[in-house]
């Protein structure tokens, strides 16, 4: 055998037989691509996902580093600070193995409901593809490779296998495109990623306008156009629109299928041999072609927890601090409350492919205790329950039934009893997308059995739930308890977050364990992973919780009540039901900010809720789903160690009727994007609606006077961009940081056109009493529109406003120039 490992990319291509070429376009299995030893080319690992290196399957095992997740990237405004966070990410995954990270998400906030918010960076595309950018460099800086997701117009998430997003040209153009874009333009993005979904009328993997056109034709974008997984389900169409990988493998749309169709003159060979050309350029960038070691170097280099921690803390975002509450003093706070079902179990990342089994988890109430020890005394009450699975149980509450290690005993059976495999396992939720033995999922009628001894430590009643998609039998020492078959989820995705679950209820000695036993037969489903999982709790009593929280918080100095999202509710596969928070944590709020005037409201989720006792308390501030970093970051915010340094990628509203887009639920398959470009802050200010909090908000521990503005121009140059410059005065107490933020008023806002955008942003930093001057860089493409009519992009002339400030709602400055 001849190995080809020198020359361009054509001379290996000429190598290989047309099979041998079709080969390479579809995944050797879930997470790899074909490999080719033939002209030295490896097989490339992919991995999810957007806040953090999962690797190749969902193990406890192998943990991975739990980076804050995009939305409170986006909440940073900070690129440069994302772009190291990234290059840490990057390097984790090169020491994994992994040369492609599935990864930055770039789809647009378009609904506060969107299920899977969580993983863009904001409401507003300039501040995306700032971000995006930023992300993409940083992996390339690690020597990784990005796959921006997901391409385009999948925005929520009901129905989104098959929904026909219906997006005018100019709002695609202006908007949804917008990050993409930048990415292919200013990062060298290797791959992007096409949706299920489709877009006017067809669907994202067989759209030749969009894959080819304007990705690859206009942009120019040189690397791997990559369905998501199981999103190409045709041969021709995709093959001529311009799909180059189709994903997961070995089966799929094309192989066999597609050498046929280019024998029968359905696909030009030409053809296949572009998607080839593309394949083989990843992987030479990748280090996946020739002599190049593959990037699995002496175990995990996992990323700096300190990095994770200063990260989690610049996305913090202070929304209210009325009469200086924060940050809190020792000197004068002597005992405090910490109260919150997420103080106790924060919910640290969102469902799905942002998934990871993380290394570690710092929880707000162990981490302000550590952090006030000998200051102040710290109470801890998590006030109601707010989950609808049964919680996991805590680690050192379990015991391996054989071994007696900590954790639980997993066995495969086959469908006559044989035990085929055992494994003692940490975790108490287990998903395979494959890897299972012979016999077990996949239409064999073989059982999976999660076994494990639960030490109780509390005395009562006692929730335990068994989820999993097919038929469930649930034990108790022995004897079966409940019994039942679970529906399958609407979403496969749903089935690794939030499996059908069958329930008991059992009364527990405190000190005494009870040998707990789970058995599953996995239906076989299309495209579905198999998972079982174990929920055990005692059952919460909300009278008495919400008693004893208040209770803590009157005797209390100060009450830190931290609220958010429940487990589970925040995913991929599902959208959001309301922006309400779930359970009796409204009713919370208001009765511990009765009892004590200083009560700080941190919220912990991925997307914007509704806070209707935001008035009431001394304090709110948002946490976004932080990652491992969570708790020490709050610490480092709260008691004034660290600066919250985040502004508001999305807006926050007083109502879900203010929201300019809210349930984005196909109507016959369709999803009118109505709205057209009025989205968020956007949609607000040309209806004049006053959100609770606006776009871009966020203090600081300082305080800061805008002095000045000037333009480099009174005439914007015909083709180039903008200059201008700021300068601020820092007013308070200590050094801190400003994100001064630009906005593009036009000539004229025409029926369906906002009022203004948001058009550059830059954060400077000063010493109290001291000047810093920020510069900003309005983008020629800012004073742009795209006209349909004329298929390009015109730029309308008369006198622009640029109004400059710290929010969409707080301008003190502009700036006038004219365009002709």
Same mark, same amino acid.
């Given at each position: 055998?001849?190995?080809?490992?020198?020359?361009?990319?054509?001379?290996?291509?000429?190598?290989?037989?047309?099979?041998?070429?079709?080969?390479?376009?579809?995944?050797?299995?879930?997470?790899?691509?074909?490999?080719?030893?033939?002209?030295?080319?490896?097989?490339?690992?992919?991995?999810?996902?957007?806040?953090?290196?999962?690797?190749?399957?969902?193990?406890?095992?192998?943990?991975?580093?739990?980076?804050?997740?995009?939305?409170?990237?986006?909440?940073?405004?900070?690129?440069?600070?994302? *772009?190291?966070?990234?290059?840490?990410?990057?390097?984790?995954?090169?020491?994994?193995?992994?040369?492609?990270?599935?990864?930055?998400?770039?789809?647009? +906030?378009?609904?506060?409901?969107?299920?899977?918010?969580?993983?863009? !960076?904001?409401?507003?595309?300039?501040?995306?593809?700032?971000?995006?950018?930023?992300?993409?460099?940083?992996?390339?800086?690690?020597?990784?490779?990005?796959?921006?997701?997901?391409?385009?117009?999948?925005?929520?998430?009901? /129905?989104?296998?098959?929904?026909?997003?219906?997006?005018?040209?100019?709002?695609?153009?202006?908007?949804?495109?917008?990050?993409?874009?930048?990415?292919?333009?200013?990062?060298?993005?290797?791959?992007? +990623?096409?949706?299920?979904?489709?877009?006017?009328?067809?669907?994202?993997?067989?759209?030749?306008?969009?894959?080819?056109?304007?990705?690859?034709?206009?942009?120019?974008?040189?690397?791997?156009?990559?369905?998501?997984?199981?999103?190409?389900?045709?041969?021709?169409?995709?093959?001529?629109?311009?799909?180059?990988?189709?994903?997961?493998?070995?089966?799929?749309?094309?192989?066999?299928?597609?050498?046929?169709?280019?024998?029968?003159?359905?696909?030009?060979?030409?053809?296949?041999?572009?998607?080839?050309? #593309?394949?083989?350029?990843?992987?030479?960038?990748?280090?996946?072609?020739?002599?190049?070691?593959?990037?699995?170097?002496?175990?995990?280099? &996992?990323?700096?927890?300190?990095?994770?921690?200063?990260?989690?803390?610049?996305?913090?975002? %202070?929304?209210?601090?009325?009469?200086?509450?924060?940050?809190?003093?020792?000197?004068?706070?002597?005992?405090?409350?910490?109260?919150?079902?997420?103080?106790?179990?924060?919910?640290?990342?969102?469902?799905?492919?942002?998934?990871?089994?993380?290394?570690?988890?710092?929880?707000?109430?162990?981490?302000?205790?550590?952090?006030?020890?000998?200051?102040?005394?710290?109470?801890?009450? =998590?006030?109601?329950?707010?989950?609808?699975?049964?919680?996991?149980?805590?680690?050192?509450? &379990?015991?391996?039934?054989?071994?007696?290690?900590?954790?639980?005993?997993?066995?495969?059976?086959?469908?006559?009893?044989? &035990?085929?495999?055992?494994?003692?396992?940490?975790?108490?939720?287990?998903?395979?997308?494959?890897?299972?033995?012979?016999?077990?999922?996949?239409?064999?009628?073989?059982?999976?059995?999660?076994?494990?001894?639960?030490?109780?430590?509390?005395?009562?009643?006692?929730?335990?739930?068994?989820?999993?998609?097919? #038929?469930?039998?649930?034990?108790?020492? /022995?004897?079966?308890?409940?019994?039942?078959?679970?529906?399958?989820?609407?979403?496969?995705?749903?089935?690794?977050?939030?499996?059908?679950?069958? #329930?008991?209820?059992?009364?527990? $000695?405190?000190?005494?364990?009870?040998?707990?036993?789970?058995?599953?037969?996995?239906?076989?489903?299309?495209?579905?992973?198999?998972?079982?999982?174990? /929920?055990?709790?005692?059952?919460?009593?909300?009278?008495? +919780? %919400?008693?004893?929280?208040?209770?803590?918080?009157?005797?209390?100095?100060?009450?830190?009540?931290?609220?958010?999202?429940?487990?589970?509710?925040?995913?991929?596969?599902?959208?959001?039901?309301? &922006?309400?928070?779930?359970?009796?944590?409204?009713?919370?709020?208001?009765?511990?900010?009765?009892?004590?005037?200083?009560?700080?409201?941190?919220?912990?989720?991925?997307?914007?809720?509704?806070?209707?006792?935001?008035?009431?308390?001394?304090?709110?501030?948002?946490?976004?789903?932080?990652?491992?970093?969570?708790?020490?970051? %709050?610490?480092?915010?709260?008691?004034?160690?660290?600066?919250?340094?985040?502004?508001?990628?999305?807006?926050?509203?007083?109502?879900?009727?203010?929201? $300019?887009?809210?349930?984005?639920?196909?109507?016959?398959?369709?999803?009118?994007?109505?709205?057209?470009?009025?989205?968020?802050?956007?949609?607000?200010?040309?209806?004049?609606?006053?959100?609770?909090?606006?776009?871009?908000?966020?203090?600081?521990?300082?305080?800061?006077?805008?002095?000045?503005?000037?333009?480099?121009?009174?005439?914007?140059?015909?083709?180039?961009?903008?200059?201008?410059?700021? @300068?601020?005065?820092?007013?308070?107490?200590?050094?801190?940081?400003?994100?001064? *933020?630009?906005?593009?008023?036009? =000539?004229?806002?025409?029926?369906?056109?906002? @009022?203004?955008?948001?058009?550059? !942003?830059?954060?400077?930093?000063?010493?109290?009493?001291?000047?810093?001057?920020?510069?900003?860089?309005?983008?020629? #493409?800012?004073?742009?529109?795209?006209?349909?009519?004329?298929?390009?992009?015109?730029? $309308?002339?008369?006198?622009?406003?640029?109004?400059?400030?710290?929010?969409?709602?707080?301008? =003190?400055?502009?700036?006038? @120039?004219?365009?002709?």
């Amino acid at each position: 055998m001849v190995i080809l490992t020198l020359g361009d990319e054509r001379g290996l291509l000429a190598a290989l037989s047309l099979d041998d070429k079709v080969r390479l376009l579809t995944g050797a299995d879930n997470w790899r691509t074909c490999p080719l030893p033939a002209i030295g080319l490896r097989a490339m690992v992919v991995s999810d996902g957007p806040a953090g290196v999962r690797g190749i399957t969902m193990d406890e095992r192998n943990p991975a580093a739990s980076l804050p997740c995009p939305s409170a990237l986006g909440a940073t405004w900070d690129p440069a600070l994302v *772009q190291a966070l990234a290059a840490a990410l990057g390097t984790e995954a090169r020491s994994k193995g992994v040369d492609v990270l599935l990864a930055p998400t770039i789809n647009v +906030m378009r609904t506060p409901l969107g299920g899977r918010g969580f993983e863009s !960076f904001g409401e507003d595309p300039v501040l995306i593809a700032r971000i995006a950018v930023g992300f993409v460099r940083g992996l390339h800086q690690a020597g990784a490779a990005a796959a921006v997701k997901h391409y385009v117009g999948n925005d929520s998430e009901t /129905g989104r296998w098959t929904y026909d997003a219906r997006i005018a040209e100019h709002v695609l153009r202006e908007l949804y495109l917008v990050p993409f874009e930048a990415c292919v333009r200013e990062a060298d993005v290797d791959l992007v +990623m096409t949706g299920y979904n489709q877009v006017n009328g067809i669907t994202m993997t067989e759209h030749g306008e969009l894959l080819t056109r304007i990705l690859k034709e206009e942009w120019g974008f040189g690397g791997v156009a990559l369905s998501d997984w199981h999103a190409a389900r045709s041969t021709v169409a995709t093959a001529v629109a311009g799909l180059d990988l189709a994903m997961p493998g070995p089966d799929g749309p094309w192989g066999g299928q597609l050498v046929e169709a280019v024998r029968a003159g359905q696909v030009s060979e030409e053809a296949v041999d572009a998607k080839v050309m #593309r394949l083989l350029r990843l992987a030479r960038r990748a280090g996946a072609l020739g002599d190049a070691p593959a990037p699995n170097g002496h175990g995990p280099v &996992l990323a700096d927890p300190a990095l994770l921690r200063r990260c989690a803390a610049a996305a913090f975002t %202070l929304l209210r601090n009325d009469r200086d509450t924060l940050p809190l003093d020792p000197g004068t706070v002597r005992s405090v409350a910490v109260v919150g079902p997420n103080a106790v179990s924060p919910v640290t990342q969102g469902g799905g492919s942002a998934t990871v089994p993380p290394v570690s988890v710092s929880t707000p109430a162990t981490a302000l205790t550590e952090a006030l020890a000998g200051l102040a005394r710290v109470t801890v009450r =998590p006030g109601c329950a707010t989950w609808n699975l049964v919680p996991e149980p805590p680690r050192y509450a &379990l015991s391996d039934p054989e071994t007696g290690e900590l954790g639980v005993r997993i066995e495969f059976r086959t469908e006559d009893g044989a &035990l085929a495999a055992a494994e003692h396992r940490e975790a108490t939720m287990f998903t395979w997308w494959d890897g299972l033995p012979e016999g077990i999922g996949g239409g064999g009628r073989g059982t999976i059995a999660l076994r494990t001894c639960y030490l109780a430590t509390h005395d009562g009643p006692h929730v335990i739930g068994a989820g999993g998609v097919g #038929r469930l039998t649930l034990r108790v020492n /022995g004897i079966e308890v409940a019994a039942g078959r679970t529906d399958v989820p609407a979403d496969p995705v749903e089935a690794m977050v939030r499996p059908g679950e069958i #329930r008991t209820t059992v009364y527990l $000695p405190a000190g005494s364990e009870a040998e707990i036993g789970i058995t599953l037969q996995p239906d076989d489903w299309p495209q579905g992973p198999v998972a079982v999982r174990l /929920g055990l709790a005692p059952m919460p009593d909300d009278d008495t +919780m %919400l008693s004893e929280a208040v209770e803590a918080a009157r005797e209390a100095d100060a009450a830190v009540v931290v609220v958010g999202s429940g487990p589970a509710t925040e995913s991929e596969g599902f959208d959001r039901p309301g &922006l309400a928070l779930p359970g009796r944590q409204d009713e919370l709020v208001r009765r511990v900010a009765a009892v004590n005037d200083r009560t700080v409201v941190v919220v912990n989720a991925g997307m914007p809720v509704l806070m209707p006792w935001a008035d009431e308390v001394a304090a709110v501030g948002y946490a976004w789903l932080p990652g491992q970093a969570m708790g020490a970051a %709050l610490a480092d915010v709260l008691l004034g160690r660290a600066e919250p340094g985040g502004r508001l990628p999305v807006t926050i509203p007083v109502a879900e009727a203010d929201c $300019p887009v809210l349930h984005a639920v196909p109507d016959e398959g369709r999803l009118e994007y109505r709205e057209g470009l009025l989205i968020g802050y956007r949609g607000y200010d040309r209806a004049g609606t006053k959100p609770r909090f606006p776009f871009g908000h966020g203090l600081g521990y300082t305080t800061w006077a805008y002095e000045s503005a000037a333009a480099d121009a009174t005439v914007v140059p015909p083709d180039g961009d903008l200059g201008v410059t700021v @300068v601020l005065r820092n007013t308070g107490p200590r050094t801190g940081r400003e994100v001064v *933020q630009a906005y593009l008023e036009p =000539p004229a806002a025409g029926p369906g056109r906002p @009022v203004r955008v948001l058009a550059a !942003f830059a954060s400077v930093t000063a010493a109290p009493g001291g000047h810093a001057e920020a510069r900003l860089t309005v983008p020629s #493409r800012a004073f742009a529109r795209y006209d349909e009519a004329a298929g390009t992009w015109i730029r $309308p002339s008369g006198e622009f406003t640029v109004r400059i400030g710290r929010s969409s709602a707080d301008l =003190p400055l502009h700036v006038r @120039v004219k365009a002709f």
